[in-house]
């Protein structure tokens, strides 16, 4: 059974930063993209970012560019989401997901593919 189980978020002010994690189980890390996605009250969720093992490809939404970073530990199964500068904007629930398409330009899931449950952030102005 594939689980993906997201930590780390929480409140933090405006400027600030927070790392995700996403502890994976149930299938071979490297065999499939595993990224973030986010959904903020009334919007729709957002491919923030990704990372293919396979080719060393990632991808950054343009609105998260340059403030944050994703990593990868394959000896852990785990994948992180280093967030600095945060936002109010960024305020949303964080999920970690895997499996989809990932690549330098676009990140996407496809409906079989899997999600966590989410970790909420909240950047306070």
């Known amino acids: 059974e594939v689980q993906l189980v997201e930590s780390g978020g929480g409140l933090v002010q405006a400027g600030g930063s927070l790392r995700l994690s996403c502890a994976a189980s149930?299938?071979?890390?490297?065999?499939?993209?595993i990224g973030w996605f986010r959904q903020a009250p009334g919007k729709e969720r957002e491919g923030v970012s990704c990372?293919?093992?396979?080719?060393?490809?990632?991808y950054y939404a343009g609105s998260v560019k340059g403030r944050f970073t994703i990593s990868s530990d394959n000896a852990k199964n785990t994948v992180y989401l280093q967030m600095n500068s945060l936002k109010p904007e960024d305020t949303a629930v964080y999920y970690c997901?895997?499996?989809?398409?990932?690549?330098?330009?676009?990140?996407?899931?496809?409906?079989?593919?899997?999600w966590g449950q989410g970790t909420q952030v909240t950047v306070s102005s």
């Open positions: 997901a895997a499996r989809g398409y990932c690549s330098g330009n676009y990140y996407y899931l496809y409906p079989h593919d899997y």
């Open positions: 990372i293919s093992s396979s080719d060393g490809s990632t």
């Open positions: 149930g299938f071979t890390f490297d065999d499939w993209p």
